[in-house]
């Protein structure tokens, strides 16, 4: 089996309520999907939108588009939730976009 790893590229800017973007404290990297490995999709991309608490955890990931749809999506979403930011005391919302590239 070849050695897949998934890429997170691009970051699309954050939309945080009337704040600045939050800033982010600790980023995991998204897992590639077996399901893309024994399709042979080699890229792809998950745009989601995190809540994030006042304490700085993500409470929730919504995916708001993705392609190839539902490929990508579960990896996203257990990948976001890991994410931790900065707390501000009041809860915000923060959008990216993960790129997925397979690399041999």
């Known amino acids: 089996m070849f050695a ?5 590229l691009a970051l699309v800017a954050a939309a945080s309520l009337a704040h600045a973007d939050a ?3 600790k980023k995991v990297a998204p897992e590639y999907p077996n399901e893309a490995v024994k399709k042979s ?13 006042g304490d700085g955890k993500v409470s929730g990931v919504e995916v708001v ?3 190839p749809k539902r ?14 930011f900065e707390g501000t005391g009041a809860p915000q919302t923060h959008e990216v ?3 997925f ?4």
């Open 4 to 8: 897949r790893s998934a890429i997170a």
């Open 23 to 25: 800033k982010v404290l």
């Open 41 to 53: 999709i080699t890229a792809g991309s998950v745009r989601a939108k995190m809540t994030i608490a």
């Open 65 to 67: 588009e993705a392609e």
């Open 71 to 84: 490929v990508f999506d579960r990896a996203a979403v257990d990948a976001l939730s890991q994410w931790r």
């Open 97 to 99: 976009k993960l790129v």
């Open 101 to 104: 590239k397979s690399e041999d």
